[in-house]
T-cell receptor, first 109, second 115 residues
Framework: GQNIDQPTEMTATEGAIVQINCTYQ??????LFWYQQHAGEAPTFLSY????GLEEKGRFSSFLSRSKGYSYLLLKELQMKDSASYLC??????????FGTGTRLLVSP | GAGVSQSPSNKVTEKGKDVELRCDPI?????LYWYRQSLGQGLEFLIY????????KSGLPSDRFSAERTGGSVSTLTIQRTQQEDSAVYLC?????????????FGPGTRLTVL
């Protein structure tokens, strides 16, 4: 079976750092994606990890450990506009993405 | 076009009716995907196309669901004899090809409500 777990909701303060964890157990693995989805809008791509380690892109970083079936998305210098759902998705082969239910992040002033 | 477009943006239908949802991918993208997002659920993979071919239809929930793609571009997702449990947001995405590292670009979705 396919199982991807993320916390349902997180809260943080503007300017702070937040880490959103994702654990997965899938029948195949060809990389892990993080997407951001604002309410009522389409998901937009944030990052892709296929090798172990940290990928940094501006305020956002993503980490992957394949042996542990674990990833996290790190958001620094939080802004109000970062309030959104963050979706973890595993590519199980041929671009078939299996998504977690998403983590709703609320950033407060 | 500049991005993936979908139509209609909203569709309200009566139980038992057929509906057709349309997706226009980004020009030049050979791979196209359909997902369903129900309230409180993660995105659920339905089907993908490489060109006009759909190698993997395993995600379609039942035989009431079908999809086609013509000319390597526009795709339609058809739901026959709609049921209330079909109510969801149907998202389409496209990517350059099916290489694993290619990000998928999502359209705004069609919100389907079955009464």
């Amino acid at each position: 079976g396919q199982n991807i777990d993320q916390p349902t909701e997180m809260t943080a303060t503007e300017g702070a750092i937040v880490q959103i964890n994702c654990t997965y157990q899938t029948s195949g693995f060809n990389g892990l994606f993080w997407y951001q989805q604002h309410a009522g809008e389409a998901p937009t791509f944030l990052s892709y990890n296929v090798l172990d380690g940290l990928e940094e892109k501006g305020r956002f970083s993503s980490f992957l450990s394949r042996s542990k079936g674990y990833s996290y998305l790190l958001l620094k210098e939080l802004q109000m506009k970062d309030s959104a759902s963050y979706l973890c998705a595993v590519n199980t082969g041929f671009q078939k993405l299996v998504f977690g239910t998403g983590t709703r992040l609320l950033v407060s002033p | 076009g500049a991005g993936v477009s979908q139509s209609p943006s909203n569709k309200v239908t009566e139980k038992g009716k057929d509906v057709e949802l349309r997706c226009d991918p980004i020009s030049g993208h050979t791979a196209l995907y359909w997902y369903r997002q129900s309230l409180g659920q993660g995105l659920e993979f339905l089907i993908y196309f490489q060109g006009n071919s759909a190698p993997d239809k395993s995600g379609l929930p039942s035989d009431r669901f079908s999809a086609e793609r013509t000319g390597g571009s526009v795709s339609t997702l058809t739901i026959q004899r709609t049921q209330q449990e079909d109510s969801a947001v149907y998202l389409c995405a496209s990517s350059l090809d099916i290489s694993s590292y290619n990000e998928q670009f999502f359209g705004p979705g069609t919100r389907l409500t079955v009464l």
